[in-house]
């Protein structure tokens, strides 16, 4: 990343032939450098130059994937410089001195526990399968049991001390190509050769950061790409330095030997769920590639996986949902109809209070590209010649047997032109805050 | 060799703020570097936390949170008192919830008087939160202000539209303010500086950036205080160089999903754990991202976010 015109330039054969449909090399190296061609349209330059310019042209943290799974890539610190790539992996532990109930439980609740939000299905992602007994056979036994569960739309991480108990559980699982865990001072070569042989991603575990280095090193120069880093540490303060400094010395001093995804243990700093998950989401805010809980259950994992969505959000993008009708509480015909924007914040807060209400409504969601009501309204995106046609457009008018529809309080100085768009319909103007529609919606009737 | 990590130098501090007065008072703020980074800076005053107390008896909230008050709730001089003596509350928020004029529509003098009530009852710093209604917020903070004159409370919320008054009321009787602006870094300047000209002194300022809770927002307040961290420790920003409070509780156990009850859908799992890790989910991303004050609900969130708070710094 981020070499400059000139040192491309120095690689290139210099020949000027003009084969890559630029006239000079150097007008290709610029070009190049800004991003707005790729290597592969200039025919001569040497494989050695290829080389280095590849690995120049690699994301500072490179990605790794670990069966349907996806971790790295990342190319900045803040998220308001630019949005997060891949979202940081949740991963639960099922170990082989767990009963079978322990481990079906977290099985189970890995492959039922998704939330629909805005259009995304938000889960955990990994199964993390360790051997504790030292018991090959068991392993292998408990990898085939959580193989299927992970390699829908997930990933597997094996966990063991030597390379033969890897072996092992890899026997039951090589073709998801799971993450191994771990390469350590100890057993790295027979580790390194066991993941290369299997095509699989392989973490590091060091005791530091200089540990660390080493072994991704050694790693690297057997060939291995797919790497990810466990710095050592349980305690939270010092894991959460490490995860600061791993990702500053990738991004901003490109340092190679740190540039890989992290994996991090919230199972084993705390044994209390509760405390776990928020360990978990500090580490999700600051930089965990994959964070291990030693428990899935609804209410740890639902506030994780929204943070998780709230942090990784582009944040260019307002979020939106889908125009469209949403019946709330089970409407009828007689029930009121209220219209917003889509803007997911608004949609979320409006139809919250609608449903805390518990008043059957018809919902409309505009869609106005995602902004809010007094944005939209003031961008002329909320106006009456977009709510009448989406309006009349819409099947709403096969729903119910009323024409009123209820505007929201900022949006009140278009009712008259709405009324003109919508000639049979009563318009309503509405509270401006949504906390205030409950109470609206009890003193309304719709006629 | 060995590795060297790669340092800030940061050039800007947060200012050192003091709420209340006497023996219980809180400094917050003086931090040197981003929140929690300790390799590299100090944190001399680790974020506090504030327990909300409601100066009327809400009746809305889910049951996990009531039921840690529900002997004190309706009462707020004895909701005070029991959450100082029984969670060890280091301060006080008073929620003015009870003027609202889409609730309860309390008078100024009502309301202020029982503010006083427990101003009085209480010897750690309190915050007073109004309803972001400018001409109801500007009387009964102006009437507390007066009655409580030299106590250090801090007011707010104090807007654009509100802070000559509020402003005016704070610096007359020796109080802070609370500076809140909409999710936005140039507007949050924009308003330290005009309190600034108003002359409120700058020892006398924390900035609100607007709390969205966890799946309503969340986002947006971590980059806009991530942001502002930013201008003021590398950037020399020195009108964004003071402590943020986040109005956590109130914001979270507002939603949908904090109140849905046990068994309304399986996924969710147990409603009070629900409630308490979102409080507390939201409560740590918000001090990552720079929080020097939360205000906080349950006892049981309060308990974690402190442990978690010990953990990082130590
Ligand atoms: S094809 Fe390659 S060698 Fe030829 S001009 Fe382009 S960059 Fe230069």
Avoid at chain 1, 148 to 170: F, K, N, P, Q, R
């Amino acid at each position: 990343m981020g070499l400059s015109g000139i040192e491309i330039y120095k690689l290139l054969p210099q020949t000027n032939c003009g084969d890559c449909g630029v006239p000079t090399c150097l007008a290709f190296a610029m070009k190049l450098a800004a991003g707005q061609t790729e290597l592969a349209k200039c025919p001569q330059v040497s494989e050695e130059s290829k080389q280095k310019l590849d690995i120049a042209s690699a994301p500072p943290i490179l990605p790794v994937t670990v069966g349907k799974f996806k971790t790295g890539g990342e190319t900045v610190l803040f998220r308001h410089e630019k949005s997060f790539v891949n979202p940081t992996g949740i991963a639960v532990l099922v170990t082989d001195k767990m009963s079978d109930a322990e481990a079906d439980k977290r099985i189970t609740n890995f492959r039922e526990l998704r939330y629909e939000r805005v259009g995304l299905v938000l889960k955990a992602d990994l199964i993390a399968v360790k051997s504790e007994s030292g018991d090959a056979g068991a392993f292998e036994k408990l990898v085939g049991k959580a193989k299927d569960a992970a390699g829908g739309d997930g990933g597997l991480i094996l966990m063991a001390d030597t390379a033969e108990l890897l072996a092992a559980g890899l026997k039951a699982a090589a073709d998801q190509k799971p993450l191994l865990y771990a390469a350590t001072k100890s057993n790295a070569e027979a580790v390194a050769a066991l993941a290369k042989e299997n095509k699989c991603p392989v973490a590091v575990k060091g005791e530091n950061l200089d540990e660390v280095i080493e072994l991704t090193q050694k790693l690297t120069g057997m060939g291995l790409k797919e790497i990810v880093i466990d710095s050592g540490s349980r305690k939270l303060r010092k894991v959460f330095e490490d995860q600061v400094i791993l990702r500053r010395a990738a991004i901003k001093k490109a340092f190679r030997p740190l540039g890989f995804p992290t994996i991090t243990f919230p199972c084993e700093m705390s044994n209390d769920l509760m405390e776990e998950t928020l360990i978990a989401s500090t580490l999700i805010a600051k930089y965990g590639g994959i964070v291990v809980l030693s428990d899935l259950e609804g209410h740890s994992l639902f506030p994780l996986v929204v943070q998780r969505m709230n942090i990784f959000t582009d944040p260019q993008r307002p979020m939106a949902t889908e125009q469209g009708i949403y019946p709330i509480n089970n409407p009828d015909d007689n029930s009121p109809v209220l219209i917003t924007t889509n803007f997911s914040l608004t949609y979320f807060i409006v139809s919250g209070e609608i449903e805390g209400s518990r008043i059957p409504t018809w919902l409309l969601v505009l869609d106005t590209e995602g902004l809010s009501v007094l944005t939209a309204w003031a961008a002329g995106k909320f106006a009456a010649d977009a709510i009448g046609p989406f309006v009349k457009k819409s099947d709403i008018v096969g729903k119910i047997k009323h024409r009123s529809l209820i505007i929201p309080g900022y949006a009140a100085s278009i009712s008259g032109e709405l009324e003109e768009e919508l000639p049979d319909w009563k318009i309503t103007i509405g509270p401006r805050e949504a906390a205030h529609i409950p109470a609206f919606l009890k003193q309304y009737k719709a006629s | 060799m060995a590795f060297e990590a790669p340092k800030i130098d940061y050039t800007g501090k947060i200012k050192e703020i003091t709420l209340g007065t006497g023996n219980k008072a809180v400094k917050v703020g003086g931090s040197t570097s981003y929140p929690f980074y300790l390799f590299e800076g100090q944190m001399p005053n680790p974020p506090r936390i504030a327990m909300e107390v409601f100066d009327f008896a809400p009746d809305d909230w889910a049951e996990a949170a009531v039921e840690p008050f529900k002997d004190v709730i309706g009462d707020p001089v004895a909701w005070a008192k029991k959450n100082i003596q029984e969670y060890g509350a280091e301060m006080i928020a008073l929620q003015l919830r009870s003027i609202d004029p889409n609730g309860l529509n309390r008078s100024a003098n009502e309301a202020a008087a029982t503010a006083k009530r427990v101003i009085d009852a209480v010897d750690v710093p309190v915050i007073l939160w109004g309803v972001a209604n400018h001409e109801k917020d500007t009387e009964v903070l102006r009437l507390i202000a007066e009655s409580c004159e030299g106590k250090n409370l801090a007011l707010g919320p104090v807007e654009e539209e509100d802070y000559k008054q509020i402003g005016a009321s704070a610096i007359a009787y020796k109080h802070t303010v609370i500076a809140s602006s909409p999710i936005d870094i140039n507007l949050a300047k924009q308003l330290n500086i005009l309190l600034d000209n108003l002359g409120v002194p700058g020892n006398k300022i924390i900035v609100d950036p607007t709390t969205g809770a966890l799946g309503y927002g969340l986002e947006y307040t971590y980059s806009v205080m991530e942001r502002d961290r930013m201008a003021a420790l590398t950037q020399e920003d020195e009108k964004l160089q003071y402590p943020l409070i986040c109005n956590v509780g109130y914001e979270v156990w507002k939603t949908k999903e904090a109140k849905m009850k046990t068994g309304d859908d399986i996924k969710f799992g147990d409603s009070k754990k629900r409630g308490i890790i979102m409080e507390c989910v939201t409560a740590m991303s918000l001090l990552l991202a720079g929080a020097d004050i939360l205000i906080m609900r349950h006892p049981e969130s309060i308990k974690l976010i402190r442990k978690m708070i010990t953990d990082l710094a130590s």
